[in-house]
T-cell receptor, first 116, second 115 residues
Framework: AQTVTQSQPEMSVQEAETVTLSCTYD???????LFWYKQPPSRQMILVIR??????QNATENRFSVNFQKAAKSFSLKISDSQLGDTAMYFC?????????????FGQGTTLQVKP | NAGVMQNPRHLVRRRGQEARLRCSPV?????VYWYRQLPEEGLKFMVY????????ESGMPKERFSAEFPKEGPSILRIQQVVRGDSAAYFC?????????????FGAGSRLTVL
């Protein structure tokens, strides 16, 4: 069975600075997808970034980038130039490719507070 | 271009009553997924449906919970004889077909409170 672990329940960062959120996962699959979702106070789940495991290059979306270490089963999210609107809960998620049924495995989440 | 629409956004039920949560997927999406989020936890997969078919219900409690996605109309998650432990946010997501490359689009969730 796959598991996803986020070991930082809460983080804070000053506006305009950089913060990194950690995520590790456990799987015996070789091909899979990894995601970071943002859940602001509105509770809407918003996709931040995704990574295909077969791609060595780290995904980047504007101020958001990941550090994907497949051998270490680590998938951290870096937020650069943090903005107040980044304040939210962030979830790391795993989805296997084979027999895929849309089943995302989520971590426990990290609450990020961006301070002015 | 409406996204995934869930209603009601908030539902209050007393123990023993029934709760029905509705989900209209993104137009053109034929796959629907239901997830549950307990307080202070991540989302947990419940069920995956295509039109008129349940594909994977491995995350559904064996009793009191059921889901359907009829040929016409929204997907329904039904909880019979609710208990306090059912209090949670229930999220619906949809995708056009196979996921992975096609990312799930989530609705805003329905928050169920059981008194």
């Amino acid at each position: 069975a796959q598991t996803v672990t986020q070991s930082q329940p809460e983080m804070s960062v000053q506006e305009a600075e950089t913060v990194t959120l950690s995520c590790t996962y456990d799987t015996s699959e070789n091909n899979y997808y990894l995601f970071w979702y943002k859940q602001p106070p509105s509770r809407q789940m918003i996709l931040v970034i995704r990574q295909e495991a077969y791609k060595q290059q780290n995904a980047t979306e504007n101020r958001f980038s990941v550090n994907f270490q497949k051998a270490a089963k680590s998938f951290s999210l870096k937020i650069s130039d943090s903005q107040l609107g980044d304040t939210a809960m962030y979830f790391c998620a795993f989805m296997k490719v084979t027999g895929n049924t849309g089943k995302l495995i989520f971590g426990q989440g990290t609450t990020l507070q961006v301070k002015p | 271009n409406a996204g995934v629409m869930q209603n009601p956004r908030h539902l209050v039920r007393r123990r023993g009553q029934e709760a029905r949560l509705r989900c209209s997927p993104v137009k053109g999406h034929s796959h629907v997924y239901w997830y549950r989020q307990l307080p202070e936890e991540g989302l947990k997969f419940m069920v995956y449906l295509q039109k008129e078919n349940i594909i994977d219900e491995s995350g559904m409690p064996k009793e009191r919970f059921s889901a359907e996605f009829p040929k016409e109309g929204p997907s329904i998650l039904r909880i019979q004889q609710v208990v306090r432990g059912d209090s949670a946010a229930y999220f619906c997501a949809s995708s056009p077909r196979y996921t992975g490359a096609n990312v799930l689009t989530f609705g805003a969730g329905s928050r169920l409170t059981v008194l």
